[in-house]
């Protein structure tokens, strides 16, 4: 059955949630599923703006058909030819074959080199500025690239102020038949994955997503349609302040993330002690994680929210322990800057976690390692004589913090 | 190229060697002898407008070319080496960065009196541990609002103590290698800088050379050259251009070598006729002069290529490199010819060897000027070459606080008061011989002690701050005051408690390295340049007889109760001040091109800014023109 919602006049949702996707992009795990968001316009002539998933195929279609209601489809819009988006690309071009495609240039090209046989008579290559009419409704193409593909683009209908933004705006989780960011209490269910989905996905990118927002800050924006995730119609200085702070790099909050990398527990232990000794000088917005058994992806979107990171990791074969060397690295590949730093570490013979840590974090921008070097140095376990190196830690986090 | 000088040239060169002659070349063994600076000929040279050669009218310049300088360096260093350095790093060194950098104030500030030779000017860059690696520069300038405070000491520097205006170059920025390295104008006379005793130098003696010393001088901010972060482009700049007038005088010092020497060689007979018809004596003088006429091209070309603005760097280092090496050969020949005549003092010869061989080492070493030259040809080597250079003070960063005001009582009233606050608590206290790698404090004595009877007021002072008794090597080694084993330094004792407390001890390296991780040093001593001061959290300059027993009566608190298990005392470091740079950001693939690594692979040298990337590069990832990059500042 089709299961389609309405955004406002003349503009459809013709998506689907899938909820079977264990890993998105086969990398980042997802507990509440995800949506692909495709939308119709039905003007005088009609627009599907992007396609869905394979996984969702079925559903697209049906929801699809059922807007158009018996009318051609005239017009495509690809504003991202990412696979999640442009899998079912065929499936229209099958029972739609004259449709006529915009999108960039290197969509074009992209959509090519994944094996789609294109129709070039068929196709309308826009740059930025360029536009598009449909009867009532004209669009502008705003130029997007490399938020987060370089083939990216936005579609604003400048008739009813609907910006459709590919994957900028866009989060995990299924919408289980909601649609709108009103229609859920966005700051409690939903801000942990946006953010998530943000920092891992397009997080790199923050001076792109800047040149985008300062062009969006020209138009005025009634409906928000994103590619995964809700439809924003209100509160847009919420999700564009997290963007602000995402983008920039700034963090959202002051506060700690403790990370700790631990084979028996000792460096787990100190980590606590640390958490412990801060919470008693009334620093209590801490997150401590252990980096074998939590995914980079939620420690990625952690770090962008929080202003102060502790590194407590044992030395492994002479260098960082490797889950603990990876979320560095992913942490460097994701452009993570502007963070204060603190690290502790652990060895039973050549102590080395501490030094390399400092280097690896040398390598990315704007990083300040609290008291310029090694903070707390544990041989094995912590024992008495490391505890006023821990507690002094503790006193140059607050401090820090109460900047 | 003309391969020829202009008759408006060699007018100029008449009216200097003339004056050369006339004014210096009597005096210059005298001058040479006694180390002595050629005031008046230096003021006679000002009045002649030789002081200003190459610089626009406008300021006060005579507005010739840079040929005319060099040739007017060339004909001085002719009769002396000295006098012609003294005219280059004045021209090329001291007024140059403030043509070339200043803005239109500090201009006609500075310029009409350095051109007219009415103030000298000087510069400087070269520091005990940077030399050729200016990233190794340790003077700081601290921004405090209005002004900098300029703190450290620059070494080797040609003429001072007679200049008056000092171009001086300093870390406003710390941890970022070069980048974080500012131009300051500073002036003669300003409170807290000093100079150091003159060099007694191999050569070039008539040339004013010392150390600067900086402490606590307050630069107003309008002194500042260029921009923040600009002093590497405007030293290495300048150095190129320097590096003529240096080729200039080694090209004099070795013409006047070479002529002395054919004058000598057609007047001694031997063997029945002049050497000069000896054809080892000839063939010396072919070589020599054939060697002359190739450095002197080369110096005037580089000339040229600078007038026109036409890049000259290599073709500089390429004279300043060729000019020197051949100086050193041609100054030998030359007293090879003059036989055991030229290896008396009071010999031009003998002088000229000398003054030589100091141009193949300043301005850029001739080691460095072949690094320069094959960088322009085979582009940097590797990447590493812009990495920022992390260095720290010997002993992490510090307060740095004098206490200046008041008596001497005052000063030791205020130490101790800033030491209470710290949380340090005097009622507890160590036993006087607590091993030095386990004690919680330590009062130590280093040569500045003076006599064997003074311990006694480190011993009083060790009582009544509850602290251990250490020492300076020299003092456990040498004077042996104390036992070996109490000496704190890199090859002895580390201390790493919470309070070290300097007597007398002037801060060398090797100790630093001793208390490099103490969490308060405070340092006593006379000598206000003394490196401890720049180590240290607090300071009193003074004599040890006299605070010492001051601080041993502020700090006694009769019997001292056992300390309990020491709390290493931790303090916050400051956030490292961090210099924004520009990135390249690639719409096609979200690569970065970063101006300081360039694209090695694509022969673009690191260093060069994005608007001067050559025509045809694209995107080394994804083949994107340099149109479809943004520009960021992180």
């Given at each position: 059955m089709n299961c389609y919602r309405k955004v406002?006049?003349?503009?459809?949702?013709?998506?689907?949630?899938?909820?079977?996707?264990?890993?998105?992009?086969?990398?980042?795990?997802?507990?509440?599923?995800?949506?692909?968001?495709?939308?119709?316009?039905?003007?005088?002539?009609?627009?599907?703006?992007?396609?869905?998933?394979?996984?969702?195929?079925?559903?697209?279609?049906?929801?699809?058909?059922?807007?158009?209601?018996?009318?051609?489809?005239?017009?495509?819009?690809?504003?991202?030819?990412?696979?999640?988006?442009?899998?079912?690309?065929?499936?229209?071009?099958?029972?739609?074959?004259?449709?006529?495609?915009?999108?960039?240039?290197?969509?074009?090209?992209?959509?090519?080199?994944?094996?789609?046989?294109?129709?070039?008579?068929?196709?309308?290559?826009?740059?930025?500025?360029?536009?598009?009419?449909?009867?009532?409704?004209?669009?502008?193409?705003?130029?997007?690239?490399?938020?987060?593909?370089?083939?990216?683009?936005?579609?604003?209908?400048?008739?009813?102020?609907?910006?459709?933004?590919?994957?900028?705006?866009?989060?995990?989780?299924?919408?289980?038949?909601?649609?709108?960011?009103?229609?859920?209490?966005?700051?409690?269910?939903?801000?942990?994955?946006?953010?998530?989905?943000?920092?891992?996905?397009?997080?790199?990118?923050?001076?792109?997503?800047?040149?985008?927002?300062?062009?969006?800050?020209?138009?005025?924006?009634?409906?928000?349609?994103?590619?995964?995730?809700?439809?924003?119609?209100?509160?847009?200085?919420?999700?564009?302040?997290?963007?602000?702070?995402?983008?920039?790099?700034?963090?959202?909050e002051k506060g700690v993330m403790i990370v700790y990398a631990s084979m028996y527990g000792n460096t787990e232990n100190t980590a606590e002690l640390l958490a412990a000794k801060l919470a008693a000088k009334g620093v209590t917005n801490t997150r401590l994680y252990d980096v074998s058994s939590t995914h980079v992806s939620y420690l990625i979107s952690d770090l962008f929210k929080y202003s102060h990171i502790v590194f407590a990791s044992v030395t492994y074969n002479l260098g960082i322990f490797p889950p603990m060397h990876n979320f560095l690295a992913d942490m460097k590949a994701l452009n993570l800057q502007n963070r204060t730093c603190a690290i502790i570490e652990n060895g039973s013979w050549a102590i080395q976690s501490g030094k390399l840590i400092k280097e690896a974090l040398s390598g990315m921008k704007k990083m300040t390692v609290l008291g310029d070097d090694v903070s707390v140095t544990i041989n094995s376990s912590c024992r008495e004589q490391n505890v006023a190196d821990v507690e002094s830690l503790a006193d140059a986090l607050a401090a820090d913090l109460s900047k | 190229m003309l391969y020829q000088t202009t008759p408006a040239h060699e007018e100029l060169r008449a009216k200097v060697r003339a004056f050369a002659e006339a004014e210096v070349k009597p005096i210059a063994f005298s001058l040479d002898k006694n180390n002595e600076f050629p005031r008046d000929a230096v003021r006679k040279m000002g009045e002649l407008g030789l002081m200003g050669l190459p610089y626009e009218t406008e300021y006060g310049g005579a507005g010739a070319d840079v040929l005319s300088y060099a040739i007017a360096v060339e004909e001085l260093a002719r009769v002396d080496g000295g006098t012609g350095v003294i005219l280059s790093a004045h021209t090329s060194l001291g007024t140059y960065p403030i043509a070339a950098f200043g803005n239109e104030e500090q201009k006609r500030k500075y310029l009409p009196d350095l051109c007219s030779g009415r103030k000298v000017g000087a510069f400087g860059l070269t520091e005990p541990n940077a030399g050729s690696d200016a990233g190794g520069t340790e003077t700081t300038a601290e921004d405090r609002g209005d002004y900098y405070l300029l703190n450290g000491n620059k070494i080797f520097i040609t003429n001072g103590g007679e200049a008056d205006t000092y171009v001086v170059f300093a870390v406003t920025t710390p941890g970022i290698g070069t980048r974080g390295i500012s131009a300051l104008i500073v002036e003669k006379g300003w409170e807290g800088f000093t100079f150091g005793d003159h060099y007694d130098k191999m050569g070039i003696r008539s040339s004013a050379t010392c150390e600067l010393n900086f402490n606590n001088v307050k630069v107003p901010k309008e002194n500042l050259l260029g921009k923040e972060g600009m002093g590497f482009k405007i030293a290495m700049s300048t150095l190129d251009g320097g590096r003529i007038g240096i080729a200039a005088q080694a090209l004099g010092i070795a013409q006047g070598a070479y002529e002395a020497a054919v004058e000598y060689s057609k007047e001694r007979v031997q063997f029945g006729r002049p050497i000069c018809q000896q054809q080892a004596i000839a063939f010396k003088i072919a070589d020599m002069a054939t060697k002359l006429r190739c450095a002197r091209f080369l110096v005037y070309s580089a000339a040229e290529l600078k007038q026109a603005h036409a890049p000259y760097g290599m073709e500089a280092a390429m004279a300043k490199q060729y000019a020197s090496d051949i100086a050193l050969e041609v100054t030998n020949d030359a007293m090879q010819i003059f036989g055991g005549a030229g290896f008396m003092k009071g010999m031009e010869v003998e002088r000229f060897y000398r003054d030589a061989k100091i141009t193949t080492i300043y301005e850029g070493t001739n080691e460095i000027q072949r690094v320069v030259i094959a960088a322009h040809i085979l582009g940097k080597a590797g990447k590493a070459s812009s990495a920022p250079v992390q260095r720290q003070a010997e002993t992490s960063i510090r307060k740095k606080i004098l206490f200046k005001d008041g008596s001497a009582q005052d000063k030791v009233e205020a130490l101790v008061a800033a030491l209470k606050k710290d949380g340090h608590d005097f009622t507890v206290g160590i036993p006087a011989d607590t091993p030095i790698v386990q004690a919680e404090r330590v009062v130590s004595a280093g040569k500045g002690i003076g006599e064997r009877g003074n311990m006694k007021l480190i011993e009083d002072l060790a009582r009544a701050a509850g602290a251990a008794i250490g020492s300076s090597r020299p003092v456990a080694e040498t004077l042996q005051y104390v036992p070996l084993n109490r000496y704190v330094g890199m090859s002895g004792q580390k201390f790493t408690g919470n309070l070290y407390i300097a007597c007398g001890i002037s801060g060398a390296v090797q100790h630093l390295k001793g208390i490099k991780d103490a969490a308060y040093v405070v340092a006593i001593n006379n000598d206000p340049n003394a490196k401890i001061f720049k180590n240290c959290d607090y300071g009193i300059v003074g004599d040890v007889t006299e605070i010492l027993p001051l601080l041993t009566a502020a700090l006694d608190t009769g019997e001292k109760q056992p300390a309990p298990p020491m709390v290493k005392m931790k303090r916050v470091a400051p956030k490292k001040p961090y210099a924004p740079q520009k990135y390249y950001v690639c719409t096609g693939c979200g690569n970065e091109y970063d101006p300081l690594r360039g694209d090695p692979e694509n022969e673009v040298k690191p260093g060069t800014a994005f608007k001067d990337i050559p025509a045809g590069w694209m995107c080394p990832h994804c083949g994107e023109t340099p149109d479809g990059f943004i520009e960021i500042e992180v």
């Open positions: 406002t006049d003349d503009l459809y949702w013709v998506g689907g949630n899938d909820r079977r996707l264990a890993l998105f992009e086969n990398i980042h795990p997802l507990y509440h599923g995800v949506s692909y968001n495709a939308y119709v316009l039905l003007d005088e002539k009609t627009v599907l703006f992007d396609t869905a998933d394979w996984a969702v195929g079925r559903q697209f279609i049906e929801n699809v058909k059922a807007v158009l209601d018996g009318r051609p489809l005239d017009y495509l819009v690809i504003n991202h030819v990412e696979p999640d988006h442009a899998a079912t690309l065929e499936e229209i071009l099958l029972r739609w074959p004259d449709v006529q495609m915009i999108m960039t240039a290197k969509a074009a090209m992209f959509l090519r080199n994944f094996g789609y046989t294109l129709n070039g008579d068929n196709i309308r290559e826009v740059k930025e500025g360029d536009t598009a009419s449909f009867g009532k409704h004209t669009v502008a193409f705003v130029m997007a690239p490399m938020v987060h593909w370089p083939e990216a683009m936005m579609t604003f209908d400048t008739t009813n102020g609907v910006l459709f933004s590919a994957d900028a705006f866009g989060s995990f989780r299924s919408l289980d038949g909601k649609l709108f960011a009103d229609e859920f209490d966005f700051d409690r269910e939903w801000i942990d994955e946006a953010r998530r989905y943000y920092t891992n996905i397009v997080g790199k990118y923050g001076p792109q997503v800047q040149a985008v927002l300062k062009k969006a800050a020209k138009v005025d924006i009634k409906y928000l349609c994103p590619l995964h995730g809700p439809v924003w119609r209100k509160d847009f200085g919420y999700i564009l302040d997290k963007y602000q702070h995402w983008s920039t790099y700034t963090p959202e | -």
